[in-house]
C-alpha cells in the first residue's frame, strides 16, 4: 500500500472507530500504558508530546503529572479523535492540554523545544515508523526522553486473526506491516537508527478481558483499524466475519467472556545533543 493511502485509510478509519474506542480498549491498553508513563516519567512544569494520541487516554494522566506550570501537546491524525479529546478535556476542566491534528512523521513543531514525548500504541499504523521516531528526536531537548509502547509479536497476540479475516474481504491489507516494530529487537534498533541513547525496551504479555462476544467483535471490528474497510461492509459480510472472528478466539472463552492472550514492548530512549 503506497504511504499515502495508508495514511488516509488510517485517518478515516480512526474516525470511524473513535465513539467505541474507550468503551473497546480502555482498560486493555491499561498495562501498557501504566509502563510507558513508568518510562517517560514526566514531572512538574515539563513540556510533553504525544503522538498518535487518540482519545487521551494518556494525554490526561501526563497533564496531571505535569501540574501546574507544565503543558502537554497531544497530536493524532484524526480529526474525530482529537475533536473527542479535545472535548473531554472541555468536560474535565483540564486547562494544560492542547490537542491539534498531525502527522506524526511530519510534526509542524520547532526543534528542541519538549522534555519528553510518548506515543502510546500508536507507531504501528504510521507508514514509516523510523520517520516517526526520528520527528520525536528532532523536537525534543538535547536529554529528553521519548517513550513508546507498541503490540508485540504476532504470535503472542491471540486476536491477530482480525487482520487476515478483514484482508481478504477489502482490496488492499488494512495494517500491512502492525508487528513490524515489535518483532524481535526492530524497536530497539529503530531507537538507535533515529538518534536515541541509553535505549531501554521491556517485553511483557498480558491477558485481553472482554465481557462477552458483542464486547469482544466491538472492539475487534468497530473500535480499532479495520473500523474504515468493515464500515463497508454488508450485513451478510458482517456476520460471517464475526463468526470468524469468534471461532478464531473461541480457545480464550472464559464463562461469559474472553482472556486473549497479548503482549506488549515499551521502549525508552534518551535524546542526543
Not at 97 to 120: H, I, P, T, W, Y
Request: charged share 30%; hydrophobic share 40%; with cysteine.
Amino acid at each position: 500500500m503506497k504511504p499515502e493511502l495508508q495514511r488516509r485509510v488510517q485517518r478515516y478509519g480512526w474516525n470511524k472507530a473513535a465513539e467505541y474506542y474507550n468503551a473497546s480498549w480502555e482498560s486493555q491498553l491499561k498495562p501498557a500504558q501504566d509502563r510507558l508513563l513508568d518510562m517517560a516519567d514526566p514531572k512538574p512544569g515539563e513540556r510533553v508530546l504525544e503522538t498518535a494520541c487518540g482519545t487521551g487516554l494518556i494525554t490526561f494522566r501526563i497533564a496531571k503529572a505535569i501540574e501546574p506550570e507544565g503543558e502537554v501537546l497531544a497530536t493524532d491524525i484524526s480529526e474525530d479523535m482529537v475533536s473527542l479529546a479535545d472535548t473531554t478535556a472541555d468536560q474535565q476542566q483540564i486547562r494544560n492540554v492542547a490537542f491539534q491534528r498531525m502527522d506524526a512523521e511530519k510534526l509542524e513543531l520547532d526543534d528542541n523545544s519538549f522534555d519528553a514525548a510518548v506515543c502510546g500504541l500508536g507507531l504501528m499504523y504510521v507508514p514509516d515508523p523510523m520517520e516517526s521516531l526520528k520527528e520525536m528526536q528532532r523536537v525534543l531537548k538535547p536529554g529528553g526522553r521519548a517513550a513508546v509502547a507498541i503490540w508485540g509479536e504476532r504470535k503472542n497476540c491471540g486476536w491477530a486473526d482480525i487482520f487476515p479475516i478483514v484482508d481478504k474481504r477489502v482490496a488492499s491489507d488494512v495494517c500491512p506491516m502492525f508487528f513490524q516494530q515489535g518483532t524481535g529487537d526492530t524497536l530497539e534498533h529503530s531507537f538507535r537508527e533515529a538518534g536515541f541513547q541509553d535505549i531501554d525496551v521491556e517485553r511483557f504479555k498480558v491477558k485481553l478481558h472482554f465481557k462477552d462476544p458483542e464486547h469482544v467483535v466491538m472492539a475487534a471490528f468497530s473500535g480499532g483499524p479495520v473500523a474504515l474497510a468493515y464500515d463497508k461492509f454488508d450485513e451478510e459480510t458482517r456476520d460471517e466475519a464475526h463468526r470468524e472472528y469468534l471461532d478464531s478466539i473461541a480457545p480464550f472463552r472464559n464463562g461469559s467472556g474472553y482472556q486473549i492472550p497479548g503482549e506488549f514492548v515499551v521502549a525508552r530512549g534518551i535524546s542526543g545533543d
